[in-house]
């Protein structure tokens, strides 16, 4: 059969895309993929010694809250349909050991505590298990030498995540990049009875350049030196897919890729690798680039932070952290 035969019917198209894009009915009968605020996380900045929510400067809409605000806060998210909630403490006292990470009346730990008294399982929570918030030196890890050092770090994510499970969370998503930090969080929750709570890993978390806002937001810039020797090289694939591996090995329950948008490739790769849930997460940098260009008015800020989220998800991403939570689900809920 000449070749031209089957796509041509007297020299015109035969075969023609354009039928199925012709009414916006048929283009929506068609869409592939579909954005649901089921899909979403947003994170949550909690901060000790604030009286009133203060707007973070280079993330315009995103509010570091008083402990006192949360309830109403995450009210507000849940009736636009918004379950699951990633928090971050901003507490009022650091040192070199990181110790307001792991106390009982922590920010975290009492953030998890009064949403867990208020909504129960009407939603899920996801704590942030790091140092850099608590550490007067803003490293993950704990430092000997200058050096981040691993096992000694370990210990103190092991207090960590086993404070939070005692407070009540459902996740723990340990996000130090430490060598072995799910296998030993784990092994620590279990000892504890809470095997119930699961592990959220920051597998293959790259030292990004767009995090910028988020450690100005959360105080948490390394005072010395860069993240460099324990978050992955943004240039390779394998090690990416190495360290997801390994935390799959390790025990997580969910698999995460952090940032996204940069990163589709990883996603997809991990969503064809892994039978597990891949989360991705949008990081500070892409919102507040978002942000500025919509501010220009360069760009139309609706439209962009939905064909952004979409291709999230159409890489392969099962769950979505997004600053941008709140607006999406506004978007979803009026159409
Ligand atoms: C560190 C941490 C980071 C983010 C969350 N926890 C990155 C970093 O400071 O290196 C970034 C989140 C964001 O940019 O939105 N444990
Ligand atoms: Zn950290």
């Avoid at 994510?157 to 939070?164: G, Q, V």
Wanted: aromatic share 8%; with cysteine; proline share 4%.
């Amino acid at each position: 059969m000449n070749l031209n035969e089957e796509f041509e019917f007297n020299g015109f198209p035969k075969v023609r895309l354009r039928r199925l894009r012709r009414t916006p009915a048929i283009r929506d009968l068609l869409q592939e993929t579909r954005l649901s605020v089921r899909d979403l996380v947003s994170p949550v900045f909690v901060q000790e010694g604030i009286d009133e929510p203060k707007e973070i400067e280079m993330m315009p809409g995103i509010f570091r809250i008083p402990l006192v605000n949360l309830v109403k806060n995450i009210q507000e998210l849940y009736d636009l349909g918004v379950k699951t909630f990633l928090i971050f403490g901003i507490p009022k006292s650091k040192n070199d050991r990181a110790t307001s990470a792991y106390r009982n009346d922590g920010i975290v730990q009492k953030s998890v505590n009064t949403l867990k008294k208020n909504f129960g399982e009407k939603i899920v929570t996801v704590t942030d298990v790091c140092l850099c918030q608590y550490t007067s030196h803003g490293h993950c890890a704990i430092i000997k030498n200058n050096v981040a050092n691993n096992d000694e770090s370990l210990k103190v994510l092991e207090r960590i995540a086993t404070s939070h499970a005692e407070a009540g969370t459902d996740f723990v998503a340990p996000s130090a990049m430490m060598d072995g930090q799910v296998k030993n969080i784990r092994k620590a929750l279990d000892n504890s009875n809470f095997n119930n709570v699961g592990i959220i890993g920051y597998s293959a978390k790259l030292s990004s350049n767009l995090y910028t806002p988020f450690r100005d937001a959360s105080h948490s810039t390394p005072e010395f030196g860069d993240r460099k020797s324990y978050q992955m090289p943004f240039h390779n694939t394998n090690e990416a897919l190495h360290e997801i591996m390994l935390d799959i090995k390790e025990g997580s329950d969910i698999i995460m890729i952090k940032p996204a948008l940069p990163y589709l490739d990883l996603i997809y790769k991990t969503r064809q690798t892994t039978l597990l849930p891949v989360c991705a997460y949008s990081v500070s940098g892409e919102y507040s680039i978002v942000k500025a260009g919509a501010q220009e008015g360069w760009i139309n800020e609706d439209e962009v932070v939905m064909e952004f989220t979409t291709c999230i998800k159409r890489a392969g991403a099962d769950i979505i952290i997004t600053y941008h939570t709140k607006k999406i689900a506004e978007i979803l809920n009026s159409c």
